[in-house]
């Protein structure tokens, strides 16, 4: 245990220690979710909440155990905790596997302070971490409190500080650090509480009924991926807010195993489904696109979404455009998508068109498999993009005829000026023709790898098919 993580950057520290709390702060229970974590992780986590957490702020720790199978996680730690702690731990033990999500919700069930926070069970606390996620809680009990997440290496346990940063996520779903909005910047404190759009989820605290009033966590999710974002969304539209607080500093300790990690993309997916058909209106298509898959009759059991949408009817007046605009502003949008998916042309069915290698500049044909860099996209306003939906600040790439080349052209179409170059007329199961040059998207049969050139020639009558069309 001696590697206490002690670490938080100068500038910061001296802003964050010069801003004072009131003592009669509300209490937390601290929960923590374990599956066969090593015991001495789970120790570590607890001997910091209990050291770096003002005693009288410290309801109680509340240990998940979300059926391990190691017998240290038994009566070991049992022993251990009763002996150290008396009376200030308690372990909930799931009788099956629930996953993550579901193991959490257990934990709220045990915990009777004013205030929960959620936490992954290898994480440290750095002193001073709880008073200012109380203070914000406190002043209104609707905001969900991120603290910042630093790393620390799981071979060396060197810390590794990250900048600050909001919470942000892709179509499909998945969580990524963003940087945080230009307001913050504008404002020039950087010890300020950062607006963020969702959590990348391995540690929250929420006032306790309010988080019963909003729904928890959505207990039809499967193990984990998408519940992060799912409550992001859904305490912006209910009216409250999440933010990330810089002056309260909790370091995750990065694992080379995860227990539940075992084909987590399926959960993740039909998870992300179960929030676009309930938060999303008329930009879950956008979900579907990221994922790649039909909007109808696509064979993904997404589960029974009747509650969650009945809780949406009764907890918010607001859309998700309206979060969008106001919360989220910097996620790209693609609802002026026709057709989108794998894109085959008749003459060589098995091929796809597809990004090729990034540095070429020009897109390629290659045998299909439906991952990111297949990704076609046709718009209402005729432009052919190819790769997977970026999000916030990548490129998005559409295809070219640049005039010059016999091959298609793969470009920032951002960048692209000449309007034409980048239009296309198409529909589906017919020719794919150049505005401003008539020349139309080929296949030509050639000595090469797959047997067959993408080219830019005059039109012979090869069509396209893009595997799904749009559903108004």
């Keep these: 245990m001696h590697h206490l993580y002690q670490w938080i950057p100068e500038e910061k520290e001296n802003r964050c220690k010069k801003v004072t709390y009131p003592r009669d702060l509300p209490q937390i229970s601290i929960i923590f979710i374990f599956v066969n974590e090593a015991l001495s992780a789970i120790l570590r986590s607890v001997h910091t909440a209990v050291n770096h957490t003002p005693a009288h702020l410290l309801k109680e720790i509340i240990l998940v155990d979300d059926n391990s199978d190691d017998e240290q996680l038994k009566g070991p730690l049992e022993d251990y905790v009763n002996k150290r702690y008396p009376g200030l731990v308690k372990i909930v033990r799931n009788q099956k596997r629930e996953g993550l999500i579901r193991a959490r919700i257990e934990g709220w069930k045990a915990a009777t ?25 406190k002043e209104d009990r609707t905001r969900i409190i991120l603290p910042s997440i630093d790393n620390i290496k799981h071979e060396s346990f060197e810390s590794e500080p990250y900048g600050n940063s909001g919470h942000g996520y892709n179509w499909e779903l998945w969580c990524m650090y963003i940087s945080p909005p230009k307001q913050w910047w504008d404002d020039g404190d950087t010890s300020a509480p950062i607006r963020t759009p969702a959590m990348i989820g391995c540690s929250f605290v929420v006032n306790r009924v309010y988080f019963a009033e909003i729904g928890l966590l959505d207990s039809g999710m499967d193990v984990y991926g998408g519940e992060n974002i799912e409550l992001g969304i859904r305490v912006w539209l209910c009216g409250g807010s999440m933010e990330v607080l810089p002056c309260s500093r909790v370091a995750h300790i990065s694992r080379t195993k995860k227990p539940y990690h075992n084909n987590i993309a399926v959960h993740a997916r039909r998870n992300s489904l179960r929030v676009a058909e309930v938060w999303m209106d008329e930009y879950k298509s956008s979900v579907y696109m990221a994922w790649n898959i039909p909007m109808e009759n696509h064979g993904i059991d997404y589960g ?79 432009q052919l993009f190819l790769g997977a939906l970026g999000s916030t600040g990548e490129e998005t790439h559409c295809v070219v005829d640049d005039q010059i080349n016999k091959s298609p052209q793969l470009l920032n179409c951002d960048k692209v000026t000449n309007v034409k170059q980048k239009s296309w007329h198409f529909s589906q199961n017919e020719s794919i023709i150049n505005f401003a040059t008539g020349r139309c998207l080929e296949v030509l049969p050639a000595n090469v790898d797959f047997g067959h050139l993408l080219v830019l020639q005059p039109c012979s009558g090869q069509k396209w098919t893009i595997k799904n069309t749009m559903k108004p």
């Design 113 to 137: 302070a004013e205030v929960t926070g959620f936490f992954d069970a290898h994480v440290e606390f750095t002193p001073f971490w709880a008073e200012p996620v109380l203070a914000r809680i």
């Design 304 to 382: 029974d979404i009747s509650q969650r949408i009945a809780l949406r009817k009764r907890l918010q007046r607001k859309s998700f455009e309206w979060y969008l605009d106001n919360v989220y502003p910097e996620m790209r949008r693609y609802n002026n998508t026709l057709f989108y998916g794998e894109m085959r042309n008749s003459k060589a069915s098995h091929l796809c068109m597809d990004q090729g290698k990034k540095e070429n500049h020009s897109a390629t044909i290659y045998p299909c498999h439906g991952w990111g860099p297949q990704l076609g996209r046709f718009t209402k306003e005729g």
